[in-house]
């Protein structure tokens, strides 16, 4: 067919589609999330079934217009009693989002329960017996959609602890580089100083001139991260200060001592400072940051049964944590945890004495749900968990477990 005519019938919700296809071309390259081939699965043999009316919310919208603000989860969760079963919510509406991270403001979803089985449509069921044929003379409009695709979170909540969140374990922490000298012997430094560091080896600090200059976060070190069953130290939840850019390298450099021998100095690595969240001083440590990640944060429950606890709640003057605070938990990588893992947090029931019981039997109370959080950041032996929804403060100690 010639380039310069086109000319097509097509129903509204093909041009719909059509149109979707052309203004997200760009959107899908610029956040092209993995999909796990679990989570894909489960969308295709949902797209097919449907859900079941049992999972559907008993006050589920019929229609719901995408608007400026939503997140993925809040809208998982105005259809679904459980807004972790987000294959489901994307399986419903495969036919026309075939990414779950593509989803923009001014989309209409309808909830179609004629079949028996929930489904999410693009088109109302209205009972009109079919779609009317619309004839279409080609046009072009362009639109940068990337920006505007919905979050699955806010995203704020939990930015600061992807570009700052340190989570190190006893070598690491020991073995870091260190400053050990200032520019004019200032104590406390901050953005545009100069510091000086050493490393335990001496090809860990080296300037390549052919490469972009290597980009160090600054830390401090903070009390260990114990588990609250072992009392084994899994890490250090180390306090980000700031960030450097490596200036020179470190080395040796051979001089003259006052006897007239020759002697090898040590000249260690030359710092700027580039971002500063807090002062930063002689003694604190340096990590080079991590290239980084594309996250894809599609919520699902684990495969595999989880028993974990939360071992601290971050910020050291916080004793319960609040829905979008932030926790570590202990289990990470070497646990099998990843991304987007929706885990149940259980609060422990009391011990009380059966008063019913003339031999004042000790008992415990069953432990009871009190909420939901999202692994969105793992390290081997501890996660960063975002509290998503709870009844009551989150505290050190409480378990985690299996959504179902």
């Known amino acids: 067919m010639p380039h310069t005519f086109l000319r097509a019938v097509l129903t509204p919700l093909a041009c719909a589609t059509l149109a979707s296809g052309l203004l997200t071309a760009g959107a899908v390259q610029a956040q092209n999330f993995p999909i796990t081939t679990q989570q894909r699965a489960t969308a295709n043999q949902v ?6 009316l049992s999972e559907v919310r008993p006050d589920a919208p019929q229609r719901y217009t995408v608007k400026s603000g939503d997140t993925l989860w809040a809208i998982s969760g105005l259809f679904l009693t459980s807004p972790w079963r987000w ?12 990414n779950p991270h593509l989803i923009y403001p001014g989309q209409t979803l309808f909830l179609d329960t004629s079949s028996g089985r929930a489904r999410l449509t693009t088109q109302p069921n209205d009972g009109s017996g079919g779609i009317p044929t619309v004839r279409l003379s ?7 959609l990337a920006a505007s695709a919905l979050p699955t ?14 989570i190190v374990d006893d070598q690491t922490m020991n073995q870091a580089p260190r400053i050990v000298a200032t520019q004019d012997g200032r104590v406390l430094m901050t953005r545009g100083d100069r510091i000086y560091v050493r490393s335990s080896s001496s090809t860990e600090l080296v300037d390549d001139p052919h490469q972009k200059q290597k980009v160090y976060r600054i830390f401090r070190d903070t009390t260990p991260l114990k588990d609250p069953g072992t009392g084994e130290a899994l890490g250090y ?18 001089s003259t001592a006052q006897g007239g021998d020759t002697q090898l100095d040590v000249i260690p690595a030359t710092f700027d400072i580039v971002d500063v969240k807090e002062e930063i001083r002689v003694g604190d440590r340096l990590q080079l940051e991590p290239p980084k990640e594309l996250q894809s944060y599609v919520p699902h429950a684990p495969a595999n049964p989880v028993d974990a606890r939360i071992v601290a709640i971050h910020g050291s003057a916080v004793v319960n944590a609040a829905q979008n605070q932030v926790v570590i938990i202990n289990k990470g990588t070497l646990d099998g945890l990843e991304n987007g893992h929706v885990l149940a947090i259980l609060q422990a029931g009391e011990r009380i004495t059966d008063k019913t019981d003339a031999a004042r039997t000790q008992i415990k109370l069953p432990d009871e749900r009190n909420g939901l959080l999202m692994v969105f950041r793992t390290f081997d032996k501890l996660s960063y ?3 998503l929804n709870i009844v009551s403060g989150v505290k050190v100690g409480d378990r985690l477990v299996n959504p179902r």
Do not use: C
């Open 385 to 387: 968990g975002l509290v």
């Open 153 to 166: 979170l806010e995203n704020h909540l939990i930015e600061p602890f992807l570009s700052e969140g340190i």
């Open 237 to 254: 939840e180390a306090l980000y200060l700031g960030k450097a850019l490596l200036a020179r390298s470190e080395g040796t450099q051979e």
């Open 138 to 144: 080609p046009r072009t409009r362009v639109e940068g």
């Open 87 to 98: 294959p489901e919510l994307w399986g419903m509406n495969l036919a026309d989002i075939r």
């Open 47 to 52: 797209a097919q079934a449907g859900v079941a």
